[in-house]
């Protein structure tokens, strides 16, 4: 791979984030974790009472060469509600916000500029509650979480919501599947 670069995607829990993002063609890696909170190292306890300011994210490595920036923020955005302030369906929180987190200027002006393009063409009935801003801090979470659509396919959360997230992004983007 002769590059790589990273974005950090909320949107719900990171599990169907994440679940969804291994399988792109281009992606390289996907973490799951938390970030642009208060509290130090939190726990999953932690940012899930609410407290810590922390959005559950995902950090997507990507090698651009097969994948841009654009191709991802349009599979994220329809994997996910844009529109629906703290919480994707049943997850209501902070921590569940829809939020783009950049470490680079020129992918701040990437993702303001798609955002707009869905706003002029009305491709959402309400407004988009989607938060962009710098990278602060990413914290790893813990273990059992990573990969945990993989080894637990049959889980409830797994069964009912992760995968008709996965289903979709295989029927909608067949071409970008790994």
């Not at 955005?77 to 049943?90: A, C, E, K, M, Y």
């Not at 990573?146 to 080894?151: A, L, P, R, S």
Request: hydrophobic share 35%.
């Amino acid at each position: 791979m002769s590059s790589k670069e990273t974005i950090f995607l909320a949107g719900g829990c990171f599990w169907c984030v994440e679940a969804v993002f291994d399988r792109v063609k281009g992606v390289v890696d996907v973490v799951s974790g938390y970030c642009n909170g208060q509290t130090l190292n939190p726990t999953y306890e932690q940012v899930c009472s609410g407290s810590t300011g922390h959005a559950e994210v995902v950090k997507v490595d990507f090698d651009p060469t097969v994948i841009n920036l654009t191709e991802l923020l349009e599979i994220f955005f329809v994997i996910h509600d844009p529109s629906t302030l703290n919480r994707q369906g049943n997850d209501v929180g902070t921590q569940y916000r829809s939020g783009i987190y950049y470490t680079k200027p020129e992918d701040e002006r990437v993702v303001h500029s798609f955002i707009e393009d869905l706003k002029s063409s009305q491709a959402y009935s309400q407004k988009i509650t989607t938060e962009v801003q710098a990278l602060e801090r990413f914290y790893e979470a813990e273990d059992y979480h990573q990969e945990y659509f993989v080894q637990h396919p049959n889980q409830g959360y797994c069964a009912y919501v992760v995968a008709p997230k996965v289903e979709k992004f295989l029927k909608t983007f067949a071409e970008k599947v790994a």
